[in-house]
């Protein structure tokens, strides 16, 4: 089974344009995510991927691999899918490029999933962390997931889901973290169907999976790290890198 890891990096982010090319204690946050994902020794390969020159010339000229996008992409997994779409892989894991404190025991747990999956049941798997802060829950920048007993993805929403109607039910919150690991069917079919309604309201990319009957399996982890969306996002993550 040929794994590898792309990481998407996009310039011009909406929220936070440039955040991929701020300063981490000493190197860029695309750099550090991107030397973090190499280190876990778990990849045949790592490559990001980007529309940027001044992305690629970062990565590249610190000794690194990078690939130039041929078209603009609305998302990461269709600059992904486009990369791959002439590779001999089997798995491709995507691992965003805001996300500096990627791990080797997460990564390792979405790997096995594959490992584990002998009749092809699995076409995603991606990552989830448990959440108790109310500012949290209710944060529509903190994407959440409902999964069945078989920890399969139902349903991600900017949202508080569930809906705490009755607040001692004993539900559990799990945050998204934007960690995904696909067959090379999988995120082919994603770049060729259209987004649906529940994709383009939610602005959540998986869904578009699940609106067409694709299963995604997701993992607990307990990492949280942080990701990179605003300038505070990148303040508490100088903290934490200290």
Not at 48 to 65: A, P
Not at 112 to 122: G, I, R
Not at 145 to 165: E, G, M, N, T, W
Request: with cysteine.
């Amino acid at each position: 089974m040929k794994i590898i890891s792309m990481i998407p990096a996009r310039y011009a982010a909406s929220r936070f344009p440039g955040k991929l090319m701020q300063d981490l204690h000493g190197k860029t946050v695309i750099l550090r995510t991107y030397e973090a994902t190499v280190a876990t020794n778990l990849f045949d390969d790592v490559i990001v991927v980007t529309d940027s020159d001044i992305i690629y010339n970062e990565i590249v000229s610190n000794g690194g691999k990078a690939m130039m996008s041929i078209k603009e992409h609305d998302c990461g997994s269709d600059r992904i899918a486009e990369a791959v779409e002439n590779l001999d892989i089997d798995i491709v894991i995507n691992v965003q490029g805001d996300e500096p404190f990627t791990d080797e025991k997460s990564l390792s747990k979405l790997i096995q999933v594959f490992k584990e999956d002998k009749n092809k049941e699995v076409d995603l798997a991606s990552l989830m962390v448990h959440i108790t802060e109310e500012a949290e829950i209710n944060n529509p920048n903190t994407v959440k997931v409902i999964v069945d007993q078989s920890k399969f993805a139902l349903y991600f929403s900017r949202s508080p889901i569930p809906y705490p109607r009755e607040k001692k039910s004993g539900a559990k919150y799990y945050k998204h973290k934007g960690v995904y690991a696909f067959r090379k069917e999988a995120i082919l079919d994603f770049y060729r169907l259209p987004m649906l309604p529940l994709e383009a309201s939610e602005k959540i990319e998986c869904i578009r999976y699940l609106e067409y009957g694709k299963r995604i399996k997701m993992v607990e982890t307990d990492i949280q790290g942080v990701e990179i969306d605003t300038k505070e996002d990148l303040e508490r993550a100088k903290k934490l890198w200290r």
